[in-house]
């Protein structure tokens, strides 16, 4: 998107991450945002906003060490500030793929592919995250692998994990959310 903040773009005159915040807060107890610029913008959704340790926008991972650093939950709940369709229920159906099979770490999967950046994670792995960041790694998947990872089914819901990453795709979505349809399970 030209290097603009992705976060901050408007859908249907709201910002990306309002959109998110909207439909995750009610399904948590704490919400933490990790941003890296804009910061006093994000500080004025009204919640705390902590940025990666790491300098350069290092990727997702980083983001992940930062949210666990000032977690005070057992576990962090991830998702993407350009995913603006989060279901009702993302966070318990993640909570129950984690309990109900004994993992670290919860994984989304959208009935087509694992959605990475949707990720439910034990605060304990962060000395492992920390540890594979300071190798110099940064993918995602090779960190997975080393835990015992569940997979969260949300192929009921493919959409929910609709990301903007171009204009075509962001106006593609407003044109798409203003079209009535009564099959659709996620509001923007």
Known sequence: MGGQDKGLLELKGR???KHVLSAIAPQVGTVIINANRNLNRYAGF???VVRDDLQ?????LAGFAAAMA???TPYILTMPCDGPLLPVGYAR???DALESS???????????????VHALLC???????????ESGDRKIDLWYRDHRMAIA??????EAFRNINTPDEREHLMRESERPRTDRKIQV
Do not use: K, N
């Open 70 to 72: 000032a977690a005070t």
């Open 102 to 116: 004994g993992a670290e770490l919860a994984v989304a999967h959208s009935g087509e592919r694992l959605q990475p």
């Open 15 to 17: 910002p990306l991450i």
């Open 46 to 48: 009204g919640y705390p």
């Open 123 to 133: 605060r304990s792995l962060e000395p492992s995250l920390l540890a594979y960041l």
């Open 93 to 95: 159906t993640m909570a």
């Open 56 to 60: 350069g926008f290092q990727g997702p």
């Open 153 to 158: 089914d949300f192929s009921h819901c493919p």
